[in-house]
């Protein structure tokens, strides 16, 4: 067959079955990118194992909202494994790949950093030049128009935000570039632990924001990467 076909139909096979977890070897043949590992739910030990797998075969490896006992037993197996304290998270591997698309990540305040640091890494990770600008909330809304250079440098912006979940729809009326807004769990007791960001952002009138689950940065930052290359994988 052409190498094209062989590439094409080792797109859809090819895992390693470690009893707790099948990893699957060829998904950044498929998406682009390789196969992610979430932390919670998982064994230190379970952790390093499929690390481990995924770094020997060559791919770029990311673990989140994982533990600093989790990078420990990662580290033991890979000494090339850094931990992220802000983001929880933990990589072994940077991204190869040419740097053609910029991504900015905002916060709206300092206790979404976490989520936002998650998306930034990720979107490091795929390839995107990272931008950040951290506590731009709506509730000082002079901070983020001082900045207006981030929001029309950027190809794709991924707006975090907890509380009222405004700023996502502030932030895409006031540029051209599409918005990724991520809700986190941040807020009082009515925030019902994201739900009403959620809401918030789903109802926002602003168009050209897509939005993602509660505290998940990563699928926020990996959006962002997908925007930001210029074709499929």
Request: overall charge negative; glycine content about 12%.
């Amino acid at each position: 067959m052409t190498a094209d076909s062989a590439a094409e139909k080792l797109r859809t096979v090819s895992f390693e079955d470690l009893g707790f977890a099948k990893i699957d070897h060829h998904r950044s043949l498929r998406r682009g990118f390789p196969e992610v590992i979430f932390g919670p739910g998982k064994t230190p030990p379970q952790v390093a194992a499929i690390a481990t797998r995924l770094a020997e075969t060559g791919q770029i490896v990311l673990v989140t909202k994982t533990t600093e006992e989790a990078y420990r037993a990662v580290a033991a197996a890979l000494p090339g494994a850094v931990w992220h304290q802000e983001a929880s998270a933990i990589t072994v591997g940077r991204a190869s790949v040419e740097r053609v698309g910029k991504a900015s990540v905002l916060s709206a305040g300092t206790s979404d950093i976490p989520v936002a640091e998650e998306a930034a890494l990720t979107a490091e990770l795929m390839g995107a030049t990272v931008g950040r600008l951290y506590d731009v909330g709506v509730a000082g809304l002079h901070r983020l128009l001082d900045r207006m250079d981030v929001l029309s440098s950027a190809d794709v912006l991924v707006v975090v935000a907890g509380m009222d979940g405004a700023l996502p729809s502030v932030v895409s009326g006031l540029t051209r570039a599409p918005v990724v807004a991520v809700p986190t769990s941040v807020g009082y007791g009515a925030s019902f632990s994201g739900l009403s960001a959620l809401l918030a952002m789903l109802n926002g009138c602003s168009p050209g924001v897509a939005v993602v689950n509660i505290d998940n940065g990563f699928g926020g930052g990996y959006l962002a990467g997908l925007l930001c290359r210029p074709g499929p994988p």
